[in-house]
């Protein structure tokens, strides 16, 4: 009798959503495992790494516990994934463009997509290819690494915030499908943060990823070094100083205080290859137009320029096109 109760307790408290996960890579590979690991219906879509997926599943290598997922529901080919509750889109944003091929027929009507990547506008293009779904972007605090086939290693941190999307994104507040997507993800042990106005959640987070992707890629160097040289770290400053100022174009007011706090959180950090780096030392494209074209456009359509981000912005094009000729 009391396993009875116990069970379907547990049974009515668990999540019936069904999540897609639109690359299984260092985050979504990360994510989607801890949320099959917590019961939820998870199903991922893979490249390269298909084959090996399928067979053997998925290993996690974590700060918070190591664990293997020896079967997943593993796909390469989208026709043939189930409709979701829920579309996590995870790719590289330099794969967008595949989006209008992979949502339309994944994501369930009155469903959710989920975007969690860096940069600005992502949500834009979604809404521009699926009606009649709730777009939330999740912002991820995560240092991840996928080392090798169907391998993420977990090195630090984990907390994603959410916003919901509105056109324009003009302010949502907290919605219902954030709360559920909050409650399915601190379910799997995830740390979450909603937030009611995601372009100021957006532009927060590009006060990291400006400086320090950007500059990792250009100078050759890791967040500690980037940290340790008084020139380097005014630089770094600076066009934190800068991608605030975009986000006051935007009529979004991040306080200093907010850089004081991201200079001194990379300080404390363990010595980091950025993401941008590793793409780059990988030789795979840069996530150089949502991270860094994207705020700049969206600043220039209210006619203020940000010249050091260009001056990065110009280099990293060049840079994004030398590697790959
Ligand atoms: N990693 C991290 O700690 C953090 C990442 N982010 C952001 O998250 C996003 C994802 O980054 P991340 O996970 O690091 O990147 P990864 O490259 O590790 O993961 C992306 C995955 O997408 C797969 N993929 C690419 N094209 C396809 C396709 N056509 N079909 C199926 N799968 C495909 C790739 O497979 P294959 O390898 O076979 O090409 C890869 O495994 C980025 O926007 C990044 O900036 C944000 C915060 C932290
Ligand atoms: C800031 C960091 C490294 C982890 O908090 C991150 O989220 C990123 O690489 O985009």
Redesign the pocket.
């Known amino acids: 009798m009391i396993i009875y109760i116990k069970i379907s307790f547990f049974v009515s408290k668990m999540s019936k959503r069904s999540y897609a996960i639109?690359?299984?890579?260092?985050?979504?590979?990360f994510y989607g495992a801890k949320l099959q690991k917590a019961g939820l219906d998870i199903h991922f879509?893979?490249?390269?790494?298909y084959e090996y997926v399928s067979k053997s599943g998925l290993v996690i290598e974590s700060k918070d516990g190591d664990f293997t997922l020896t079967q997943v529901n593993a796909y390469?080919d989208i026709e043939k994934m189930p409709q979701c509750d829920v579309v996590v889109v995870?790719?590289?944003?330099t794969?967008n463009h595949?989006l209008p091929q992979m949502l339309p027929s994944l994501v369930r009507d009155n469903g959710v997509v989920l975007v969690?990547?860096?940069?600005l506008g992502v949500e834009e293009e979604v809404a521009k290819i699926v009606g009649n779904v709730s777009i939330i972007g999740g912002l991820?605090f995560?240092?991840?690494?996928?080392v090798a086939a169907g391998h993420i290693r977990h090195l630090d941190y984990g907390q994603i915030t959410i916003g919901g999307y509105a056109s324009s994104y003009n302010p949502t507040g907290i919605t219902d499908k954030m709360r559920q997507i909050a409650d399915d993800l601190k379910s799997a042990g995830i740390s979450i943060e909603l937030v009611e106005d995601l372009l100021l959640g957006r532009w927060k987070k590009l006060v990291w990823n400006i400086p320090y992707n950007g500059l990792s890629v250009i100078l050759n160097a890791r967040t500690d070094e980037l940290m340790s040289y008084v020139h380097t770290r005014k630089l770094v400053e600076q066009l934190m100083y800068e991608v605030a100022a975009g986000s006051k174009s935007c009529g979004r007011i991040i306080p200093d205080s907010f850089i004081q706090t991201m200079l001194d959180y990379t300080v404390k950090m363990k010595p980091y290859r950025t993401?941008m780096k590793i793409d780059y030392d990988e030789r795979r494209p840069l996530?150089v137009e949502?991270i860094f074209g994207n705020p700049l456009r969206k600043a220039q359509a209210a006619d203020v320029n940000l010249p050091q981000i260009s001056c990065i912005y110009q280099q990293l094009k060049f840079l994004d096109e030398k590697i790959r000729v």
Do not use: F, H, P, R
């Open positions: 639109l690359g299984t890579g260092a985050l979504g590979g879509l893979l490249k390269s790494d390469n995870a790719l590289k944003t794969q595949l969690l990547q860096n940069g991820c995560l240092c991840s690494n996928k993401s996530e949502a």
